[in-house]
């Protein structure tokens, strides 16, 4: 979905970013964290450092504990910080990342970017060695039919085997038109029906708890679906983002049954003082 879309969802989840500093967290140990998985954290909550400072940023995520991290397309998000990005080729990017001794396999990418040019948005993210293309949202109706929701799935299988052909994985994220009802029922279980499980992989946005949507029972009803989750902390009882351990969600139950889900990587996604707040706790679990 386009930048903007993106910004609202966060806002109202109560997890838009701010461009604070923070104490390097490299003298941190760094080893096995939940699912053999290197920590990992989405740099939306940083697109106001990244426009001024891109390598600078990754530094300082890289000192923070962060060992991969998840990008958003200079194209798509290009109105939300990350128009700068377009100003390094690929493999320059690459480098970038590297010499910050982080990995980048992921990146959203708006659906309109794909329409316009997927071969295009294809062959970038294969010059900086992504193997995951994820779309926030099909960008659907709010109040969407049965047939508005076929289409959207017919359209996105089709752009799943393209991806497919250049061995790439395509993932779409739970936002917006995911989150709504089609017929008493949730489109986002009609979206696992309709989307091909070999084209079409599956990102979950661990704070839609909520709005009921659980990442534990979604990761066993839907057993190989998802390649990767967004990680936000969620305190039940003040309904509002926490850092992770500092809240009420049994991770060790998530990360478990993430297994189950197929996932193969997670980003923490929240205010930056946060996603750092999160690093010690992620280390230490283990399931």
Not at 113 to 131: M, S, Y
Not at 142 to 169: C, F, L
Not at 239 to 249: A, R, W
């Amino acid at each position: 979905m386009s930048g903007m879309s993106r910004r609202e969802f966060v806002r109202n989840a109560a997890i838009q970013a701010a461009a604070v500093g923070f104490i390097s967290g490299g003298g941190l140990e760094l080893r096995a964290n939940p699912l053999g998985l290197p920590i990992g954290c989405q740099t939306w909550p940083v697109r106001d450092m990244i426009a001024k400072d891109f390598p600078g940023t990754i530094k300082q995520l890289a000192d923070a504990g962060f060992q991969t991290i998840e990008l958003c397309s200079p194209v798509g998000y290009a109105d939300s910080g990350f128009a700068g990005l377009a100003k390094y080729t690929g493999t320059e990017l690459r480098k970038i990342l590297s010499d910050a001794g982080v990995t980048c396999v992921s990146s959203h990418f708006g659906i309109e970017e794909l329409r316009e040019n997927q071969e295009g948005r294809i062959a970038w993210a294969k010059d900086v060695g992504l193997t995951q293309m994820l779309v926030p949202t099909l960008a659907g109706p709010k109040q969407p039919t049965m047939d508005d929701v076929k289409r959207a799935s017919d359209e996105y299988n089709k752009m799943g085997e393209k991806s497919a052909e250049a061995g790439i994985h395509q993932g779409l994220h739970n936002e917006d038109f995911e989150l709504t009802m089609v017929d008493g029922k949730r489109t986002y279980d009609f979206l696992f029906e309709l989307l091909d499980p070999k084209l079409v992989k599956f990102q979950f946005q661990v704070s839609t708890i909520s709005r009921g949507y659980d990442a534990a029972k979604y990761f066993m009803k839907y057993p190989g679906r998802f390649i990767s989750m967004h990680v936000q902390g969620w305190s039940v009882e003040a309904k509002k983002i926490m850092p992770v351990g500092q809240d009420s969600l049994d991770w060790k139950k998530i990360f478990t049954a993430a297994k189950t889900g197929g996932i193969r990587n997670y980003f923490v996604e929240m205010k930056l003082d946060m996603m750092r707040a999160s690093v010690p706790y992620l280390r230490k679990l283990q399931v």
